[in-house]
């Protein structure tokens, strides 16, 4: 059973910085590329960034480039996302994806205000 399990969310204010974890279990990890996405209050889902399986290449969405970097360890399982120059706009749920099967974790919140 595919698992994923996100962390590390919490309130930030503008311009802070935040790390999210995704642990994942259930298949094998270091053979999937990943994605984050997101949910922001009232809107659909959003990709946020993509990382292959060996974590050589990386994409992200314009309205993150140059902020968030998505990283992984496939030795433990676990996929990142480092968010810096955290906006208002960034406020979401945000999930570690499966894009293989669709599946997602049940997302942690990300809440930038002052």
């Known amino acids: 059973e595919v698992q994923l399990v996100e962390s590390g969310g919490g309130l930030v204010q503008p311009g802070g910085s935040l790390r999210l974890s995704c642990a994942a279990s259930?298949?094998?990890?270091?053979?999937?590329?990943m994605n984050w996405v997101r949910q922001a209050p009232g809107k659909g889902l959003e990709w946020v960034s993509n990382?292959?399986?060996?974590?050589?290449?990386?994409e992200y969405a314009d309205s993150v480039k140059g902020r968030f970097t998505i990283s992984r360890d496939n030795a433990k399982n676990m996929l990142y996302l480092q968010m810096n120059s955290l906006k208002p706009e960034d406020t979401a749920v945000y999930y570690c994806?499966?894009?293989?099967?669709?599946?997602r974790g049940q997302g942690t919140q990300v809440t930038v205000s002052s």
């Open positions: 994806e499966r894009p293989r099967s669709g599946s």
């Open positions: 259930g298949f094998f990890f270091s053979s999937n590329a």
């Open positions: 990382i292959n399986s060996g974590g050589g290449s990386t």
